[in-house]
C-alpha cells in the first residue's frame, strides 16, 4: 500500500465552524506533514510530525491545531478560520530518512472559508 | 540562501522533448527533488539526485551537476498528459523535514 488518503475531499465551513481533516497513510512511515497550497504556488509546509512528536511548526496561527493520534493517522483542526485560509490541504507522509527522503502526497483537501 | 529557480512556463507538443532546469544556491546543498502536480491533484514524487548524472525513469530523465549548481528534468516523448505542473525542491541544511520549492513550471503540451 503507497497510498496516503485524505477525508474529506472538498469542505466548505463558516468562519464560526469547527471542523477536522483527516489524513492516513500504512506505509509504515514515521514522518507525516500538513502543507497549505495556493493555486499556481508552491506547498508551504505547516507542520511536522515525526515518531508522533511535534517535530516542525511554521509559525502556523492557532486556529489551526494538528494532532497525530498514531503512526498512521494526522489530523487537522480548524476553528474560526478567516476566508484567506481557503486553499488545498495537503498531507504527505515519508520514511524520516534524511535528505534523500521521499514525501508521498495525499490527494489534498480543497477548503472554501465562508 | 538556499533558493531554487525555475521557468514558469514551459510549451512544447506531442512527441517532442522538454528540459526544465532548475538552479539552485549552493549553500548547504544535498540534492535535488522533482515532482509533478497536474491541476487539481496532489504532488508526485518523481526522481531525486544527489550525486552528479543522469537518472533515468521511463520517459522522465533527471540530471544534477554540482560544479554548475543546476539540475533539470527532461521529459521525452511527450504526451497529453504530462501537462502538469512540475517542482523542483530541495531538503533544508540542518533540517532534511523542510523542503525549499520552486515555484513551479507549468508545462503544456499540445497537439
Known amino acids: 500500500d503507497t497510498e496516503v488518503t485524505q477525508t474529506p475531499k472538498h469542505l466548505v465551513m463558516g468562519m464560526t465552524n469547527k471542523k477536522s481533516l483527516k489524513c492516513e497513510q500504512h506505509?509504515?512511515?514515521?514522518?507525516m506533514y500538513w502543507y497549505k497550497q495556493k493555486a499556481k504556488k508552491p506547498p508551504e509546509l505547516m507542520f511536522v510530525?515525526?515518531?508522533?512528536?511535534?517535530?516542525i511548526n511554521e509559525s502556523v496561527p492557532s486556529r489551526f491545531s494538528p494532532e497525530c493520534p498514531n503512526s498512521s493517522l494526522l489530523n487537522l483542526h480548524l476553528h474560526a478560520l478567516q476566508p484567506e485560509d481557503s486553499a488545498l490541504y495537503l498531507c504527505?507522509?515519508?520514511?524520516?530518512?534524511?535528505?534523500?527522503?521521499?514525501?508521498?502526497f495525499g490527494p489534498g483537501t480543497r477548503l472554501t472559508v465562508l | 540562501g538556499q533558493s531554487l529557480e525555475q521557468p514558469s512556463e514551459v510549451t512544447a507538443v506531442e512527441g517532442a522533448i522538454v528540459q526544465i532546469n532548475c538552479t539552485y544556491q549552493?549553500?548547504?546543498?544535498?540534492?535535488l527533488s522533482w515532482y509533478q502536480q497536474h491541476d487539481g491533484g496532489a504532488p508526485t514524487f518523481l526522481s531525486y539526485?544527489?550525486l552528479d548524472g543522469l537518472e533515468e525513469t521511463g520517459r522522465f530523465s533527471s540530471f544534477l551537476s554540482r560544479s554548475d549548481s543546476y539540475g533539470y528534468l527532461l521529459l521525452q516523448e511527450l504526451q497529453m498528459k504530462d501537462s502538469a505542473s512540475y517542482f523542483c525542491?530541495?531538503?533544508?541544511?540542518?533540517?532534511?523535514?523542510?523542503?525549499?520549492w520552486g515555484l513551479g513550471t507549468s508545462l503544456a503540451v499540445n497537439p
Open positions: 504527505a507522509s515519508s520514511q524520516d530518512l534524511g535528505a534523500a527522503d521521499t514525501q508521498y
Open positions: 506505509m509504515g512511515h514515521r514522518a
Open positions: 510530525y515525526s515518531y508522533e512528536k511535534l517535530s
Open positions: 549552493t549553500s548547504g546543498f544535498y540534492g
Open positions: 539526485n544527489a
Open positions: 525542491a530541495r531538503p533544508i541544511a540542518g533540517n532534511n523535514r523542510k523542503l525549499i
